[in-house]
């Protein structure tokens, strides 16, 4: 396989996430937010982690402060996180 194949097969690549995997739920523009996010899962037994809270505040290249989770628990932590459980 060429490595032109490798990268187009990597960009189309549409399997869905395996429950293990770590995904993005939410992006914050402060980790004080995050944080709280973070406290509220960990409350209701979902394990998570903020990503990207020491990230360089310039406006060009702002991303934000991601929430990752596990795959497996995006049901249960988007109805905590939108309030609706």
Aim: charged share 25%; proline share 6%.
């Amino acid at each position: 396989m060429s490595l032109i194949q490798r990268i187009k097969k990597l960009l189309t690549d549409t399997r869905p996430p395996e429950p293990d995997d770590l995904v993005k739920i939410r992006t914050f523009d402060t980790a004080g937010e995050a944080y709280v996010a973070k406290a509220l899962l960990a409350s209701n037994g979902i394990p998570a982690m903020v990503s990207n809270e020491a990230e360089i505040y310039s406006p060009q290249i702002r991303t934000g402060i991601r929430l990752l989770i596990f795959y497996r628990d995006w049901d249960t932590a988007t109805s905590l996180l939108d309030g609706k459980a």
